[in-house]
Every structure is written in C-alpha cells, then in structure tokens.
C-alpha cells in the first residue's frame, strides 16, 4: 500500500540493521522519499535469502528487495571522500 501522506518528507536512512531498513521501508510506502546509504561492501541484507533458484547472489536477495523497494541509494566510503557514488532507485 502506497500514499502520499509524508510526501513533503525525505529520509536519510543510515544504518544496516532490519529495523533501520524496515522503517525505511515504512516512511517510503507512505510516501517519503528515502535514500538509503550504503557502505562500500554493501548492507548485509544482501547475503539474505531468499535467491532465486536458491543461489546466493548478492544481487537478488529477496530480503534486500523487500526492505529497499521505492528507495533512493547512494553508496559512501566514509574513508574516502571522493568514492561516493549515486546508485540507481532500489
């Protein structure tokens, strides 16, 4: 379910824990628009299942698909300033 409730809102999400992405995920259905910076390494949500065909792929994981879904990204190395680099919409 989508609205537009909080459409005049943006999140910066910061974090890799369930709940930091499940929120996230939260504000965007109800219309905030949300970036969701990453480290480097990529969120651990990544190496969660399920895959299709019960392949890991860091690419396809169901998990990362779910919680991220209508999401900004944007990738940042807080060691390097000049790495950071804008990803397409999750």
Request: hydrophobic residues 30%; contains cysteine.
């Amino acid at each position: 379910m989508t609205t537009d409730a909080l459409s005049d809102l943006s999140v910066l999400e910061c974090g890799t824990r369930l709940s930091v992405a499940m929120a996230g995920k939260l504000l965007s259905d109800l219309g905030a628009r949300v970036t969701k910076v990453e480290p480097v390494e990529g969120d651990p949500a990544r190496q969660t299942g399920p895959f299709p065909g019960d392949v890991p792929n860091r690419e396809h994981s169901g998990l990362y698909a779910y919680l991220n879904r209508g999401k900004q990204g944007i990738t940042l190395d807080l060691e390097d300033r000049k790495s950071t680099r804008l990803n397409s919409s999750h």
